[in-house]
């Protein structure tokens, strides 16, 4: 539970209005003589009652300094198509003067969210309850918009209450593409992530067979169940594809977006490429920071790769700052650096080439990790290309797709960096598997 500051406001609807002049109508016969004066006189001052309500709320209100508020769950993982109940318990000395008729948790163009019901748990305590159905990504949910009707609705309390939480949804389905592997290929096509061998990462318990080795019995295991059975591990390969991806504002515009389909087709890269033997460690840059996921060189570790992809929040009101793209070079630097791989790694960047700079840091980027002894990718995925593929083929996002990729070829040929522009699974794979073949 924490308390929170707030906003208060009170104002006279249409009904106080309608109410206010009936007794301004009133208040006025009852300047004259008639036998109805008293009558008037009261039915006038009963009629201003919403106008004194309001300044007396507004003036009540103003003296209440801090809301408590819980909300549950703060911080929740959902797959894709989820719905998900947040509850919202709000404690204030407000909540006595009306009933609650409107509550609103503000969210990004990316979650929807209805209140689904009100409790009313005392007399200063109230739980709302949200549905959220979000899109693929993080969502910050808040603030708390509250309406109570006063006097039978004709006078409204406003307040807006600073609740602060979090739904993170996490692609489910996924397209595996296998044997893309030119022949001869090692590791990028022919051997599967997690094969059974010495190695440090835990695969299975299976049952023992004469001829296995005696010292990996798990005898934990044979206590439990009085049958011997070993452990297996992992053994990873040496090679490996870091992914730098990144994102800026523009990738959130659209229905679906072009995030939520470069979201799936990284998924299903990543899980294909692990299915093909390769580790795969993803990074991506915002304009809210940079997410760096642990390598996934299982499918029992794939989640790696999922929980980045959910972590990428939304904006609630996308700019035209591309920040993410200034910072791509650093962070490639950096997870290579903290990756210590041998000189056996396809390092690919995944971005929308914006302007010259972009192509400066690629190239600069690429004679870096040449120098380390790794193969370097560029994939470039403008937004419109990606809601094409998505399945918005508006006219718009024809004639945007086609500016952008032919400032992006442009681009390229003067700077001396080979982009590939694509958002084919089949395309990235069959290249990413030539590059395996060269370290």
């Known amino acids: 539970m924490n308390s929170t500051e707030h906003q208060v406001s009170a104002r006279v609807t249409s009904a106080g209005w309608i109410l206010a002049l009936v007794g301004l109508m009133s208040l006025l016969a009852s300047l004259f003589n008639s036998p109805l004066r008293p009558f008037l006189t009261l039915l006038a001052v009963t009629a201003f009652t919403p106008f004194f309500t309001a300044l007396g709320l507004s003036a009540s209100a103003s003296g209440v300094k801090h809301v408590e508020v819980t909300v549950e769950p703060s911080d929740a993982v959902v797959p894709e198509g989820s719905e998900i109940h947040v509850n919202v318990r709000v404690r204030s000395p407000l909540l006595r003067v009306g009933r609650v008729s409107r509550a609103l948790l503000v969210a990004d163009p990316g979650a929807d969210v209805t209140l689904h019901e009100v409790k009313l ?97 798990d005898w934990k295991a044979f206590a439990r169940t009085g049958k011997l059975a070993i452990k297996l591990f992992e053994k990873e390969s040496s090679q490996g594809v870091i992914l730098g991806v ?46 760096i996921g642990e390598k996934a060189s299982s499918p029992s570790t794939i989640s790696n790769v999922f929980q980045v992809l959910a972590s990428v929040e939304w904006p609630k009101e996308p700019s035209h700052a591309v920040t993410a793209n200034r910072v791509l070079g650093w962070l490639i630097r950096e997870v290579l650096r903290s990756t210590r791989a041998t000189p056996s790694v396809v390092v690919m960047t995944v971005l929308d080439v914006v302007d010259e700079s972009d192509l400066v840091m690629l190239s600069l980027l690429k004679r870096w990790i040449r120098a380390q002894g790794h193969e370097f990718i560029v994939i470039a995925t403008p937004p419109p290309v990606l809601r094409i593929a998505g399945g918005d083929a508006d006219i718009s996002n024809i004639g945007e797709a086609r500016k952008a990729v032919t400032q992006t070829l442009q681009l390229s040929r003067a700077y001396s960096v080979n982009v590939f522009i694509t958002h084919s699974l089949n395309e990235i794979l069959r290249r990413v598997a030539t590059a395996a073949l060269r370290v």
């Open 121 to 217: 748990l005392s007399d200063d305590y109230t739980e709302l309850s949200f549905r959220v159905t979000g899109r693929l990504g993080k969502h910050s949910l808040g603030p708390l918009l509250l309406r109570l009707a006063v006097l039978g609705g004709v006078t409204v309390l406003e307040t807006s209450l600073s609740v602060a939480t979090q739904v993170r949804v996490a692609p489910t389905s996924l397209r595996v593409v296998a044997h893309l592997a030119p022949p001869g290929a090692r590791y990028a096509g022919t051997t599967p992530a997690g094969v059974s061998g010495a190695g440090t990462e835990f695969l299975m318990i299976r049952e023992y067979f004469p001829g296995d080795d005696t010292r990996r019995i």
């Open 246 to 291: 990144a994102i800026h504002d523009g990738f959130f515009r659209g229905r679906p977006s072009a995030f939520e389909v470069l979201a799936r087709e990284l998924a299903s890269l990543a899980s294909s490429l692990i299915k093909a033997g390769l580790w795969v460690r993803l990074a991506v840059s915002t304009e809210y920071g940079v997410i």
